[in-house]
């Protein structure tokens, strides 16, 4: 079956620690691939993507991905995180003209 | 512009009772959906649309209809509501199929249901 796996469910970090969110895929084809991320409250947002060439993006507020096409991976980073990215983060991939979701990571930053 | 506009935002129903929950947009997108959110499982497709007088099903349609009678309203309806469908729904709109390909997709501030 298709899906988008999200491994990590809650994950606990302080500050200045290194982040990393694992993302599979298990559509056939040509993807594109995102990032989004809810914070407390809020709706989604769209953090990266990822279409096609340099397999590692960059987005906003100094988040990367980095895409692995033979490893069907789309996982998110962040050298120093803060506690302002405590959020929930989904992965999600375009496919049969739609936008499917991975199952969401809940980071929580400790100051 | 509003953007993506649901109502109501809170609701509580009793198993068997029928409602909609109104998803409207005035950025004149083509493409609408519907997501319910759930602890655990993320964001499920229920229904989508890619214009007006054209639905079709998502990942997670039964329960559901929807209609799509004019570009800026996508009317979600729980025809006998059971607790399984007790969740968060958000709607979710993009200016067509390209412009979600690209991950453009706008959402609402979401619609928490309760099934009793």
């Known amino acids: 079956a298709q899906s988008v796996s999200q491994h990590n469910h809650h994950v606990i970090l302080s500050e200045a620690a290194s982040l990393e969110l694992g993302c599979n895929y298990s559509?056939?084809?040509?993807?594109?691939l995102f990032w989004y991320v809810q914070y407390p409250g809020q709706h989604l947002q769209l953090l990266l993507k990822y279409f096609s060439g340099d397999p590692l993006v960059k987005g906003i507020k100094g988040f990367e991905a980095e895409f692995i096409k033979s490893k069907f991976s789309f996982n998110l980073r962040k050298p120093s995180v803060q506690w302002s990215d405590t959020a929930e983060y989904f992965c999600a991939v375009n496919a049969l003209s739609n936008l499917f979701f991975g199952t969401g990571t809940r980071l929580t930053v400790i100051p | 512009n509003a953007g993506v506009t649901q109502t109501p935002k809170f609701q509580v129903l009793k198993t068997g009772q029928s409602m909609t929950l109104q998803c409207a947009q005035d950025?004149?997108?083509?493409?609408m959906s519907w997501y319910r959110q759930d602890p655990g499982m993320g964001l499920r497709l229920i229904h989508y649309s890619v214009g007006a007088g054209i639905t079709d099903q998502g990942e997670v349609p039964n329960g559901y209809n929807v209609s799509r009678s004019t570009t800026e309203d996508f009317p979600l309806r729980l025809l006998s509501a059971a607790p399984s469908q007790t969740s968060v729904y958000f709607c979710a709109s993009s200016y067509s199929l390209l412009y979600l390909q690209g991950g453009e997709l706008f959402f609402g501030e979401g619609s928490r249901l309760t099934v009793l």
């Open positions: 559509y056939g084809g040509t993807v594109n």
């Open positions: 950025m004149n997108h083509e493409y």
